[in-house]
C-alpha cells in the first residue's frame, strides 16, 4: 500500500524540495586524521547490522495499543472528553499518538541522512567525510526501520510536524558546513534520543524496545561524532560567530519545546487546536516529557563550547539549566550495554529453544 494512503492529514507534495547553498569541500590528504575520530569510524564500520534480521519482525503488535501507553500519558486522561470516549476509540487514541511519535522519528531519521550526506560533502577533513559516510548508511537503516514498523504494524502515519521540518529545513539551508552538525547532531537527534530513551525504558513491548535500543547504539557515535568534531572547531570561532551558532540553539531549542506536542493528534479527534494547546500545556506527563527532552541537548551544547550568558539563561527559563551537568558519557555507554544486553537476552533464549527442540529430536527418534 502507498504511503500516502496511511497519511491522517494530507502531507502534500510527495518530495520537498530544500535549496542548498554552500561548497563540497575536497580533501587532497589522505594519510593520517585524528585518532579519536578514525576509532570511531572503525566502530561504525564494525557496528553496521541489517534491520531485517537483528529485529524479530514476527514479533505480533497490537495497533490499538503498540508502546503499553497508560491512561494516564494520554492529555485527554482527566477532561471533560475522556468519559465520552469509548474503550475502542481511547485504543484508536493511543494508535494515533503512537503513530504520530514514530512520524516523526522516521522523518527525523530522513532528515539525518540527509544532513549526514551533506557533511560528507561539506566538511573539510577526510576523517570526517570517512565517518560521515558510515553514518550515512546508520539513518538510511533507522528510516527503513520505523517507516516499517508504522507500515506493517500501526498502519497509520502522520506528516511531518511543522516545527521540526522549520528546523530542519534552516539547518539544510546555511551555507556554513559546521550547521548540519549542529541543527541535526545536537538539536534534532539530541531530542529524538532523548524521547527514544523515554520509550525505550517504559514500554512493555519487545518490538519497540528492540527498534529504539539498537537505533539508541547507533545514536551514541553520532552523537559523539557531533560532540568531537563541534568542540574542536569552536575553539576556533569569535565570540560574534559563537553567540550566532547560540542564537540559533535558542530558537530551535524554544521551537522544539513549544511545538512537538502531538496537537495534531487532538485536533483529528474534533478538538479545536487552542483546547488541545491546552490539554497539552496542562498534561503533567508531557511537562515531564518535554523538559526531559532536553536531557541530551543541554549537555552536549555546554561541552561543544556553546555556553554563554543568553544560552544559559535561555536554559534557566525552560527549567532545563540543571541539566548541563548530566554526564553525556554514562548515557551514551548505557545505550550501548541496553542494546548488548537485549541482543544477549534474546540470543540466549533462541538458543535455548534450539537446544531444546534438539533434545526433543532425538528423544523422539530413540523411542521409534
Known amino acids: 500500500m502507498s504511503t500516502h494512503e496511511l497519511y491522517t492529514n494530507d502531507p502534500g507534495e510527495t518530495v520537498w524540495p530544500v535549496p542548498a547553498s554552500g ?3 575536497f580533501s587532497w590528504e589522505y594519510d593520517g586524521g585524528r585518532e579519536r575520530l578514525l576509532a570511531l569510524y572503525q566502530k561504525g564500520k564494525d557496528k553496521q547490522w541489517d534491520g531485517a534480521k537483528r529485529i524479530d ?17 494520554l492529555p485527554l486522561h482527566g477532561t471533560r472528553h475522556w468519559a465520552k470516549l469509548t474503550e475502542r476509540d481511547r485504543g484508536e ?4 499518538y503512537s503513530a504520530w511519535n514514530f512520524s516523526q522519528f522516521l522523518h ?3 532528515g539525518a541522512m540527509v544532513c549526514a550526506a551533506r557533511i560528507v560533502e561539506s566538511v573539510p577533513d577526510l576523517d570526517a567525510k570517512f565517518y560521515s559516510a558510515t553514518q550515512t548508511m546508520d539513518e538510511a537503516r533507522h528510516a527503513e526501520i520505523f517507516g516499517r514498523f508504522l507500515h506493517e504494524k500501526i498502519g497509520m502515519l502522520y506528516p511531518i510536524n511543522d516545527s521540526l521540518q522549520g528546523l530542519l529545513g534552516d539547518t539544510l539551508r546555511d551555507s556554513r558546513w559546521d550547521m548540519p552538525y549542529l541543527g541535526m547532531q545536537v538539536l534534532i537527534e539530541g531530542l529524538a534520543l532523548a524521547a527514544f ?6 514500554t512493555n513491548k519487545p518490538l519497540p524496545k528492540q527498534i529504539l535500543a539498537y537505533v539508541m547504539q547507533d545514536e551514541a557515535r553520532h552523537v559523539a561524532f557531533g560532540r568531537m568534531a563541534l568542540r574542536d572547531y569552536y575553539k576556533q570561532l569569535s565570540d560574534a560567530e559563537l553567540r550566532e551558532r547560540e542564537e540559533f540553539v535558542i530558537e530551535g531549542c524554544y521551537l522544539m519545546r513549544d511545538r512537538l506536542r502531538g496537537v495534531e493528534v487532538l485536533e483529528n479527534f474534533g478538538i479545536s487546536r487552542v483546547e488541545a494547546e491546552e490539554f497539552s500545556e496542562r498534561s503533567e506527563f508531557l511537562a515531564l516529557f518535554r523538559k526531559l527532552l532536553f536531557s541530551r541537548i543541554v549537555p552536549c551544547v555546554k561541552d561543544i563550547g556553546l555556553w554563554g550568558e543568553r544560552l544559559q539563561k535561555a536554559y534557566l527559563d525552560m527549567g532545563v539549566f540543571e541539566m548541563g551537568n548530566s554526564n553525556l558519557d ?5 545505550d550501548e550495554e541496553i542494546a548488548e544486553a537485549l541482543d544477549r537476552e534474546r540470543f540466549a533464549a533462541e538458543e535455548e529453544q534450539r537446544v531444546a527442540e534438539v533434545a526433543e529430536a532425538i528423544t523422539e527418534g530413540a523411542g521409534a
Open 23 to 25: 561548497n563540497a569541500r
Open 57 to 73: 519482525w514476527d514479533i505480533e503488535v497490537d495497533p490499538y495499543d503498540p508502546l503499553g501507553t497508560p491512561d494516564e500519558a
Open 93 to 96: 487514541l493511543r494508535r494515533h
Open 108 to 110: 527525523g531519521e530522513q
Open 197 to 202: 530513551g523515554m520509550i525505550r525504558d517504559t
Open 330 to 334: 554514562l548515557l551514551m555507554s548505557q
